[in-house]
């Protein structure tokens, strides 16, 4: 089997490179049959990847030890949920997702565009063609994930505990998603390049798949903030790691592209820019990749000694020089067919939030690469922590959901301060309201920066709200609909527009919670015995007695020993129970005994969090084993060859010692006001952006239309 | 204004806010930063980030406490790590951890929560490095 998964992957390669080849000479020469054969070679592509993937996952799910990866990262007791996202939290197995998402997201968009773009599509196939076989050849000549051992050992290793969540399995393939969907822009462009084909047709036709991998970008990165929150028991969301910012350099950069390319399409200006941005958004999806492949940054997620990594960078390289050669020399090609009027327009704004998110992605940049630039520079390695980054990313952040609720309301070309408040003077009201509100009777003067932020947020959904009001009055007054109707209505025959503003109140929640959180958030951190109490935001929290579990933890992560607590929580006229716990995975260290074994492997936190619109209330413990380290060496020397169910029920008698006898535990309590409106932002962001993706009726009646007339025509020019 | 003019003067503001942010942003990092040091090179007076593996055998809870040693990534010297606050999942005796810091008497004394470790080395591709 694993030599059928090898071959696929040669074969692939060869495919690969035989659809950039055939494709370019079809273009170069004009025989359409060879670049036909380049588009097709590419859904073979697909076909041969998606086998792969296949034949692997079933190895996953057969518990095939002999494949190095299935012994590397899963075992028998793996849950099945974990076995069949196992493959993903490996390097070779990430490569081979990344593939396969990029045949499947490639062979969909040269299906769709095969009667449209003729002059482009062919180099955009070899653009593809090319990626698709660099991470083809990346696993044919240095990371094969079909590597089988010679004897393959009756247990593997199991997958990592900290990836054992719901979030961290479905957070990898997303963040790929949107790497990858950004491939497919990015191909075209280069191609329009090639061309000289420089107007907003592949604009046009790639505008959708630009949203759809941002969408996937974006959601990948709330999943790794909620797991963040909720696995890796420090209690916060977003650290400004290298990985981190990673992922959300090309967001920002893509973010922008979705906003510039509407200044393309509607004035035909800004095509450098856009054609920058996108090759720009690529390459930093690019290096999210190698700095996670890497390791050349220290971080949570840094892989230790990659294989790989050179190969990345000189790839990174070419894709910078090969952008920046095309770019330049097809510059006067990329002249704007408009001029900006004033900078009182709609496309100034779009500018100035282009800038602010360009800012914002080299800000994070500057403070990744930090360690790297200043062992350049001074010889020492040095870092900027997560203060440096909120004090620089605060103001622009301002900034930007400042232009959020501005620049929608913006005619385009030109408009005068007095149209401008005529619609703003309402949403401004509402901001000036909430902050008065909110210095009457709330302390959220203590943090400036939040304060201004909350006045912000309002302002934005008071625009937003505004106009959607706007906008189902005139309905209804021109229609006679009722309310819901003439709402729905609106917003599906003008969805980009009202799918943007969906999008804009989303992140405008997701910045509410950001700005309640990180400013008025309340910790603590004790150590209690059974019955002890603390309090923290107003809640009486009492450690009511100890648990500890075997076998089968409550969310499900297969950890064989699971310590806890029971915890009373009293207060704000409520009354529950918070039951926080620690796993404890066995470890196949020869070294240590056949007790001790279980305890000190992996150890994760089982966050307890209770959630609430007003507030979460986090709970995490870490229970004090070191009570039991005398009666579990002494079991290590007395039952070391003892059979398996003997040492089960020794360490049922350990786990019974625990519970009955606790030492005090040490824990964690978070109060974080309004943090749950950062993944409800988020979901408003993501249903907002499917609207503006979803093709509108007459889109697809205005398509259906002039493919009939096309036929009609060359029908007429035959006879 | 003619449009050369206008052209120009938008250049120079750009430029200007280009160069503005620029100078902000090496001036702040430079001065917000914080070396990466390994135990052998770190001394009192200064704070730093130290990077190093936890020695085995080394770690001891002392109430809140978590006391432990650090030792150069590729050598022997090391340093005692007096610690407070959240432990990362992953701490272990043999893993790579970073921590800031300052050195008191002898001791590393860490700041709160400041403790990171790198991801276990069952990542890792190559088993003979870890």
Redesign the interface.
């Known amino acids: 089997m694993a030599g059928v998964g090898s071959a696929c992957l040669a074969v692939a390669l060869l495919t690969a490179a035989y659809a950039a080849g055939a494709s370019l000479y079809g273009a170069r020469t004009g025989r359409r049959e060879w670049v036909t054969s380049g588009r097709r070679a590419i859904y073979c592509v697909a076909g041969l990847c998606v086998t792969a993937f296949a034949l692997l996952e079933s190895a996953f799910l057969r518990s095939d030890f002999s494949f190095a990866l299935v012994a590397e990262g899963s075992s028998t007791s793996t849950p099945t949920f974990y076995k069949v996202t196992a493959l993903w939290a490996t390097q070779d197995g990430s490569l081979l997702l990344w593939a396969t998402l990029l045949s499947l997201f490639a062979s969909a968009v040269l299906f769709l565009t095969r009667r449209s773009l003729r002059d482009i599509a062919p180099y955009a196939t070899a653009v593809l063609g090319v990626i698709a076989g660099f991470f083809l050849l990346l696993m044919v000549g240095w990371e094969n994930p079909f590597d089988t051992l010679a004897t393959p050992p009756a247990e593997g290793a199991g997958l990592n505990p900290l990836l054992r969540h719901p979030a961290m399995m479905i957070h990898p393939p997303m963040l790929y998603t949107g790497y990858v969907g950004f491939s497919v822009p990015f191909a075209f462009a280069i191609g329009a390049l090639v061309t000289r084909r420089t107007g907003a047709d592949w604009v046009r036709a790639t505008r959708r798949f630009a949203l759809i991998a941002w969408i996937f970008l974006g959601t990948g990165i709330m999943l790794g903030a909620l797991w963040s929150y909720t696995e890796l028991g420090w209690g916060g969301y977003w650290a400004w790691d290298p990985v981190e910012n990673a992922s959300l350099m090309p967001w920002l950069v893509g973010t922008a592209f979705l906003h510039s390319i509407m200044v393309q399409e509607k004035r035909g200006m800004l095509k450098v820019w856009n054609v920058s941005l996108i090759c720009a958004t690529f390459t930093l999806a690019l290096l999210g990749t190698f700095l996670v492949r890497s390791g050349i940054l220290d971080s949570i997620h840094a892989f230790g000694a990659s294989t790989i990594g050179v190969q990345f960078l000189v790839f990174i390289g070419l894709v910078i020089a090969l952008s920046a050669t095309l770019i330049i020399s097809r510059l006067p090609y990329l002249r704007t067919e408009a001029k900006l009027d004033s900078l009182l327009s709609r496309e100034a704004f779009f500018l100035l939030n282009n800038l602010v998110l360009v800012g914002l992605c080299l800000v994070i940049m500057w403070g990744t690469f930090f360690p790297l630039i200043s062992e350049l520079i001074t010889g020492t390695e040095a870092s900027v922590g997560p203060p440096w980054f909120n004090r620089l990313v605060t103001p622009l952040a301002l900034v930007l959901v400042l232009l959020a609720g501005i620049g929608p309301v913006l005619a385009w070309r030109r408009f005068t301060p007095a149209a401008l408040w005529r619609v703003a003077w309402v949403p401004v009201a509402v901001a000036g309201a909430t902050l008065v509100l909110l210095l009457a009777f709330t302390d959220a003067a203590d943090s400036p920066p939040s304060l201004a932020m909350f006045c912000l947020v309002a302002f934005v959904l008071a625009v937003v709200g505004q106009e959607l009001w706007r906008g189902t009055v005139a309905r209804r007054t021109m229609t006679g609909e009722s309310w819901p109707r003439a709402l729905a209505r609106l917003t599906g025959r003008n969805r980009r527009r009202y799918g943007g503003y969906l999008v804009h109140a989303g992140i405008a929640v997701l910045f509410l919670g950001v700005a309640a959180s990180s400013a008025f958030v309340q910790q603590r951190d004790v150590r209690l015995r059974p019955g002890q109490s603390f309090g923290v935001d107003g809640y009486q929290v009492t450690y009511r007695q100890a648990t500890a579990k075997l076998g089968g933890d409550s969310s499900g992560t297969g950890a064989p020993i699971a310590f806890g607590a029971i915890l009373d929580v009293r207060g704000k006229g409520k009354h529950f129970v918070m039951r926080p716990s620690r796993n404890y995975y066995a470890t196949t260290d020869p070294t240590l005994g056949a007790i001790s074994r279980f305890f000190e492997g992996e150890a994760t936190s089982e966050v307890d969090v209770r959630w609430g619109l007003r507030r979460d209330l986090w709970m995490a413990i870490r229970p004090d084993i070191g009570s039991l380290q005398g009666p579990i060496r002494e079991a290590d020397r007395k039952f070391a060859d003892s059979p398996t169910d003997v040492q089960a029920f020794i360490i049922a008698a350990l786990a019974d010692r625990y519970r009955s006898n606790p030492p005090p535990a040490a824990f964690r309590a978070i109060a974080s006001p309004l943090v749950l409106w950062i993944w409800i932002g988020g979901g408003i962001v993501v249903l907002g952006a499917l609207v503006a993706a979803w093709p509108s009726p007459e889109a697809r009646l205005r398509r259906m239309r002039s493919l009939y007339s096309a036929r009609l025509g060359r029908e007429l020019s035959r006879a | 204004m003619d449009p050369s003019r206008k052209r120009k003067l938008r250049l120079v503001v750009a430029l200007t806010?280009a160069v503005l942010?620029a100078t902000?942003?090496i001036y702040?990092?430079?001065s917000?930063?914080?070396?990466?040091?390994k135990p052998s090179q770190i001394k009192p007076g200064r704070s730093y980030?130290l990077?190093g593996k936890v020695v085995n055998g080394s770690v001891s809870?002392r109430?809140?406490q978590l006391r432990f040693r650090v030792r150069d990534r590729d050598g022997t010297a090391s340093v005692p790590v007096s610690y407070t606050?959240?432990?990362?999942?992953?701490f272990r005796e043999g893993r790579e951890v970073?921590v800031?810091g300052e050195l008191e008497r002898g001791t590393f004394v860490a700041e709160r929560?400041s403790l990171?470790?790198?991801?276990?080395?069952?990542?890792?591709?190559?088993k003979q490095?870890?």
């Open positions: 806010a942010l902000a942003l702040t990092s430079f917000a930063s914080t070396e990466a040091s980030d990077t809870h109430g809140d606050g959240v432990v990362p999942d992953p970073i800031s929560d990171v470790t790198k991801c276990p080395s069952k990542f890792t591709k190559d490095s870890s």
